[in-house]
């Protein structure tokens, strides 16, 4: 009987390697597509397509109904011989500056505080807070009746002349009104902003500049400042930016008035465009006021940003 012996193992091994099998996409690349292809077509039809319609139509006669022609850049020249819009620019800009500089002071001012060694500091901070959730129209057309009604009542039993009458009817004190409501509500995100970079502050710093004998200015001035640099920029250019486009304090409190003393570019683009027949002019505004608004933020954050680095 013969042995059968298997064959002797083959010693050379294939020169070519095998190409990886190409694998399906994974589900979770699926899932991502799914997520942010709907985001992106609404953020397209509901945001970027009104965009350009307006860019369109702000090189048009239309008045919000009917025909139009096109009329080129006529009304972005138009815009620079109308004492309307220089008016309503320049309340604006004084208006936001004003603003943006009271609120983040008392912002400031109030996260140093809450920062602190206090009591009831949580419910605190829940408290200061409050103004940012609630509607500002609301508030308004309470601060309205405020200054209307309240504060002119205590100022007369009071013997006090000037505000015996509603500050909102004096042309020349009614922005003051406009500016305590706009900095009531928005002191609020600011001082969340502020103690957070409050946070970040190490202790031990604070320590050693107390046994190098620096007092509390001083260790507010060179250490807290420049360490809280990044948080005062954001405040500073997300609180001009939204004091720019202020409209719903002035539609509670004067709508404009008196006359157009309290006028911003925001409310002069709503009331001109819907409901004056300006519909393609204030458009053309609106464009100009997005491009003032972007190049001072620009402008803004890189004066800022420089700031930081040579404090």
């Avoid at 320590?207 to 809280?228: H, K």
Wanted: net charge positive; proline share 5%; hydrophobic share 50%.
């Amino acid at each position: 009987m013969t042995a059968v012996t298997a064959p002797p193992p083959s010693t050379s091994a294939d020169p070519t390697p095998r190409r990886p099998r190409r694998r399906p996409p994974s589900t979770g690349r699926r899932a991502y597509y799914v997520m942010v292809l709907p985001a992106l077509a609404l953020f397209l039809l509901f945001h970027t397509f009104p965009v350009l319609q307006g860019v369109y139509y702000s090189l048009t006669d239309y008045a919000g109904y009917g025909r139009y022609d096109f009329v080129g850049l006529s009304n972005y020249l138009d815009l620079f011989q109308d004492s309307r819009i220089w008016e309503s620019y320049l309340f604006t800009f004084q208006f936001a500056l004003v603003a943006t500089v009271l609120t983040n002071l008392i912002a400031l001012a109030v996260a140093l505080g809450l920062n602190g060694r206090i009591r009831f500091r949580n419910t605190l901070r829940g408290v200061f807070f409050i103004p940012n959730v609630l509607a500002i129209l609301i508030v308004g057309y309470i601060f309205n009746y405020l200054f209307s009604n309240s504060l002119p009542y205590i100022a007369e039993k009071l013997g006090i002349e000037a505000l015996s009458t509603s500050i909102l009817a004096d042309p020349d004190l009614a922005w003051v009104g406009v500016v305590i409501l706009a900095v009531w509500q928005a002191v609020a995100f600011n001082v969340i902003i502020y103690l957070a970079g409050l946070q970040t502050v190490p202790e031990d710093l604070y320590e050693a500049a107390t046994l190098d004998g620096a007092g509390s200015w001083q260790r507010f001035r060179s250490v807290t400042l420049p360490l809280i640099g990044p948080f005062v920029t954001i405040n500073m250019v997300l609180a001009l930016r939204n004091f720019l486009q202020v409209f719903d304090h002035i539609a509670a409190l004067t709508k404009g008035g008196p006359g157009t003393s309290t006028t911003s570019v925001a409310y002069l683009i709503y009331n001109g465009g819907l409901n004056g027949g300006e519909y393609a002019y204030q458009t053309a505004n609106a464009v100009l006021f997005f491009i003032c608004i972007v190049v001072i933020s620009i402008f803004q954050l890189r004066i800022l940003q420089r700031r930081e680095g040579s404090v």
